[in-house]
């Protein structure tokens, strides 16, 4: 899929307040700075479509962008920041999981996860909602270009090994870089055969 057009729409925290076209919509979510506005600058080839934060945690809200008219690209809040208060962790549960529960049009989710890490429980428990819930989603690795191709390898391996522990079947993963531009045309293309619009 080439991208000819990526358009900011609308930030908010009220799932109820998301557009109301009923196109179909890709959110990707994960810690914060796993590299999240990275990835979504890379993939629609823009320099600064999503902010790219050095203030982790701060970009609380709920991101659309309507991608060449016919599909929503959602950048949804980084979790698992260390010193965010447990109210505010809280509300910010509330809000995402009546983004995933409510949402009717969200096709997939990308569950984004540095490769250079070992399974974190809030990634699990993260993953295990998804599940229970049916949400559909796969798992982007980011920061490829920070292993060798036979770590990168070893890391998935042993990654794909530990979700076997709670899973039957491993969802689908991609291997990305932004800033080597690695997992690109893979994950638009997964995007592209899945809308059908
Ligand atoms: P976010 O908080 O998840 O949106 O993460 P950012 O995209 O802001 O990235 C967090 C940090 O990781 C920044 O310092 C980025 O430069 C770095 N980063 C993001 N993607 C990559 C990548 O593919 N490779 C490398 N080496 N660093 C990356």
């Known amino acids: 899929m080439k991208i000819k057009s990526a ?12 557009p109301t076209q009923s ?12 590299g999240k506005s990275s990835l979504i600058n890379m993939l629609t080839s823009r320099k600064s479509l999503a902010k790219t934060s050095g203030r982790p945690g701060k970009t609380q809200l709920i991101n659309h962008f309507l991608i060449n008219k ?6 949804l809040p980084g979790y698992g ?9 809280k509300k910010f549960q509330k809000f995402i999981t009546n983004y995933f529960e409510q949402r009717k049009q969200l096709v997939s989710a990308f569950v984004l ?14 993953m295990q909602y998804l599940g229970e819930k049916e949400i559909p989603f796969s798992i982007i ?11 990168i390898e070893k890391h998935v391996e042993d990654y794909c090994n530990n979700l076997l522990q709670y899973w039957e ?11 080597k531009t690695i997992g690109k045309d893979e994950v638009l293309e997964f995007i592209s ?4 619009e």
């Open 7 to 18: 358009e900011f729409i609308i930030s908010n925290s009220d799932v109820g307040k998301c």
């Open 23 to 34: 196109l179909p919509e890709y959110a990707f979510i994960g810690r914060s700075n796993v």
């Open 70 to 75: 016919n599909w929503f690209l959602v950048d």
């Open 81 to 89: 920041y260390a010193r965010v208060s447990k109210s505010s962790k």
């Open 113 to 126: 996860i540095d490769i250079r890490h070992k399974p974190q429980p809030v990634d699990l428990e993260f």
């Open 141 to 151: 690795f980011t920061k490829a270009d920070k292993l060798k191709p036979k770590a």
């Open 169 to 179: 079947e491993l969802p689908l993963h991609f291997i990305t870089s932004s800033s």
């Open 193 to 196: 055969d899945t809308n059908d």
